[in-house]
């Protein structure tokens, strides 16, 4: 048994120390694949893209998808994730910002009806962090690496963007991904005969500024990423149709044992259908903005301030779940 604790323990002190050596590597992560994206961009601009049918109309999809991927990769790396500690956030008004539907303050009140009909805005439940003593809503976790509770905790992400996943920066997060894999699925497929001249298989003479080396190197490197991005998006996609983030993915997986052990169904409150969950993740359509928002690298709020959220109608809390069963984080066991 003691064995046993201090196996766990040791466990616990290597995870720390890698969260210490990530958090500590992060901007130079960022860095690199600043670095690798701007590559990639000119081994697509400079080879791929100037031997396009139709320049006129092939060139501004190129160029707004490029746009995307760079400012969507700076607002998740820049949009602070939302601690617990910041005063409420507001729209801004330069042009970066887009406007709503049709105006309308940001929704923190309960019990407001919303569009579908079976769906209301209820405010959350609130506990106290026990690592940094802060009170804290539903879906709010604390992150050990920025040591501050986030709200609607997703993940800490030190490899791509050095900092949380939360409510502000959820949604670059998924929309970064998603010009990635489509900027790389682009560049891999059209490229794939560029690829072959720079190998010399085809006898043709390379001819472009880029050494073709260069272009090697960013095509294998593109194709690769295309898999594994595509295969994270899908992933991010079908956590969000279903209405949970990666922390609650875990803990309604313990939920469902524990309903069904009695004999009952797990309901996720949060969980709205697939089509709401998507429209209220993206804050598109007549309650939030306009679905232009998605192609265009816009600026909004999300849906709620993160101190209410939309329910399935009637359910305060998730059914199945009884008092006190709900998991907290981790470290509050741990400690
Ligand atoms: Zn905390
Ligand atoms: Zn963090």
Same mark, same amino acid.
């Given at each position: ?109 309960? =019990? #407001? ?5 079976? %769906? !209301?805005?209820?405010?959350?439940? &609130?506990? $106290?962090?026990?690592?940094? +003593? ?104 079908? =956590? #969000? ?5 990666? %922390? !609650?993915?875990?803990?309604?997986? &313990?939920? $469902?044992?524990?309903?069904? +052990? ?74």
């Amino acid at each position: 048994m003691i064995c046993a604790r201090q196996v766990f323990r040791c466990f616990k002190w290597l995870e720390r120390a890698g969260d210490r050596i990530t958090g500590a590597a992060g901007p130079y992560f960022v860095a690199l694949a600043v670095i690798l994206i701007s590559l990639g961009a000119a081994s697509f601009f400079t080879v791929v893209q100037p031997g396009l049918p139709l320049p006129w109309l092939s060139s501004p999809p190129c160029i707004l998808i490029a746009v995307n991927l760079f400012m969507h990769y700076y607002y998740v790396c820049t949009v602070r994730p939302g601690y617990i500690e910041e005063p409420p956030r507001y729209p801004g008004t330069s042009f970066l910002w887009a406007s709503p539907s049709r105006p309308r303050r940001q929704l923190t009140a309960s =019990g #407001v009806r919303w569009s579908p009909p079976q %769906v !209301e805005i209820v405010r959350a439940h &609130v506990t $106290r962090c026990k690592r940094c +003593g802060e009170m804290r809503p539903e879906r709010a976790h604390h992150c050990r690496i920025c040591n501050k509770c986030v709200l609607k905790y997703d993940h800490h992400c030190p490899v791509r963007i050095n900092q949380c996943v939360g409510l502000h920066n959820e949604r670059h997060f998924v929309l970064f991904m998603a010009y990635l894999a489509f900027s790389t699925f682009f560049f891999s497929f059209l490229g794939y005969p560029y690829a072959l001249d720079a190998l010399g298989i085809t006898y043709v003479p390379w001819t472009h500024t880029l050494p073709p080396l260069c272009f090697i190197l960013t095509y294998v490197l593109s194709v690769v990423i295309c898999i594994a991005i595509t295969i994270m998006l899908l992933w991010n996609l079908w =956590g #969000v149709a279903r209405g949970e983030t990666s %922390v !609650e993915a875990q803990d309604h997986e &313990v939920y $469902r044992n524990v309903a069904k +052990g009695r004999g009952e169904t797990f309901l996720n409150s949060y969980d709205l259908g697939k089509r709401a969950n998507l429209a209220l993740f993206f804050n598109i359509g007549p309650n939030g903005y306009p679905l232009y928002t998605l192609f265009f690298p816009f600026r909004i709020m999300p849906y709620t301030d993160g101190r209410a959220w939309a329910r399935r109608e009637g359910l305060l809390r998730h059914h199945g779940v009884r008092d006190g069963e709900e998991l907290t984080d981790e470290e509050d066991e741990e400690s």
